[in-house]
Structure formats: C-alpha cells, structure tokens
C-alpha cells in the first residue's frame, strides 16, 4: 500500500511530461513532415540534397544522443552559442527527429499516387496547393495511416527517453519508487499505464483510418 501512495502522485505528474512530450511532437512534427517531404522532393537539387543529409542523420543517430547532443552540445558550437533548456531540448530532438522519419513516410505516400491526378487537376484548372491540399494528400494520409500508426506508438514509448536529461516522466516514477522500496510492482504499473495509453491511441488510429476509408 505504501508503494502505491507513493507512486500513483509521481504518476501523475510523470504522466503530464509523457503526454506533454507526445503531443508536442505529434501536433508539430506531422505538418512539418509533410513541408519536409516536399522539399525532399524538390527539383532543386540543392535543397533535396540539404534536406535528404538533414534527414540521413537524424534517422542514422539514436535519438539519445540526439538529445544529449542538442542539451549538452549546442553551447560548445561558436556560430551557435545557445543553451537550450531541458524541455527546451528535449521539444527540438524529439520534432527534429520525428518529422525526419514522418517525412519518409509521407514521401513514400506522395509518390504512390498517380501522377495522371496531378495532371487532371491541372487540366481542370485547380492550383498545385489546392489539388495537393484536396486531392493528393488526403489519399496519402489514408495510404500511410499504418506507418504512421506504428511511427506514433513508437512515440509514445520513446517518450521514456527523457530520463537522460533528467526529466521525470512515469518512467522515472517508477525507478523512483523501485529503488526506496526495493520492488519491481512499480514498473509492472507503469507497464499497464503504457499498454493503456497505447490501447487509447489504437482505437484513435483506427478512428481516423477508417474516416479516410472512402479514399480508394
């Protein structure tokens, strides 16, 4: 019992850095994404090749040294000089390194659909923005919704890696209170809070691929 007075309050307050990290990420990353994989596909050569090298690295880096990096190393670069704040920090490695992996994805998408309805929409008229906007993307959404499913639950449990920077997210909670009471019950518990958050997110995701389903 009094592991669970103490860790249901550390929960609490882990779980608002958690969904805090997620959400900021997700809510800045996908519309980010989508800019990056069109510029990814630019036919200025210059600009695809800087955001393909932008891309590599994030993708060929592990997102931990990614945040050390951004912490710890931004305000050793002279041209730079900036001290990023923890949250700080953590907000740009996250963004940086999920809109490079969203971006893939949505690349994939743009370019499995047919060019002839980029040519058709022309012929009638519409503007690039306009038939990418109605047309195009909202059948890349419905393409990619699985990848990007998997890309979000992916989210969800990297959001653990805050612990690094000395964050305490629900992960840290539960170390926290494993190592006063010398217990594993409290990493059980933070497991299910996982599952649970991950079951919630599920069913949101079936949500909205099934709102693109009329897309065929």
């Known amino acids: 019992m009094k592991v669970f007075n103490m860790l249901l309050p550390m929960t609490m ?3 608002k850095v958690t969904l805090g990290v997620f959400l900021i990420t997700l809510v800045l990353s996908v519309p980010l994404s989508i800019i990056v994989a069109k510029l990814r596909m ?8 800087i955001v ?11 997102l931990l040294l990614q945040l050390m990096f951004i912490f710890f190393g931004f305000h050793y670069i002279p041209v730079i000089g900036y001290a990023f704040s923890r949250h700080q920090a953590i907000a740009v490695a996250f963004i940086l390194n999920y809109t490079a992996y969203f971006s893939e994805i949505f690349r994939g998408g743009i370019n499995s659909i047919d060019v002839g309805q980029t040519e058709a929409s022309t ?4 503007s690039k923005r306009y038939s990418f906007m109605k047309v195009i993307l909202p059948q890349v959404i419905k393409n990619v919704m699985p ?3 998997n ?20 992960l840290k909670a539960a170390k926290a ?5 010398s217990t594993f019950v409290p990493y059980i518990f933070i497991g299910l809070v996982y599952l649970l958050i ?3 997110l599920t069913k949101v995701l079936d949500n909205v691929e099934a709102k693109f389903n009329y897309y065929r």
């Open 42 to 49: 630019s036919k200025n050569k210059l600009v695809a090749k």
């Open 177 to 181: 209170v494993s190592n006063t009471y």
């Open 198 to 200: 991950v079951a919630v």
């Open 151 to 170: 890309e979000v639950i992916t989210l969800v449990k990297d959001t653990s890696l805050v612990y690094i920077l000395g964050v305490a997210d629900i």
């Open 52 to 62: 393909g090298i932008y891309i590599y690295i994030m993708r060929g880096t592990p």
């Open 147 to 149: 990848s990007i499913g």
């Open 123 to 126: 012929v009638l008229g519409l």
């Open 13 to 15: 307050e882990g779980l």
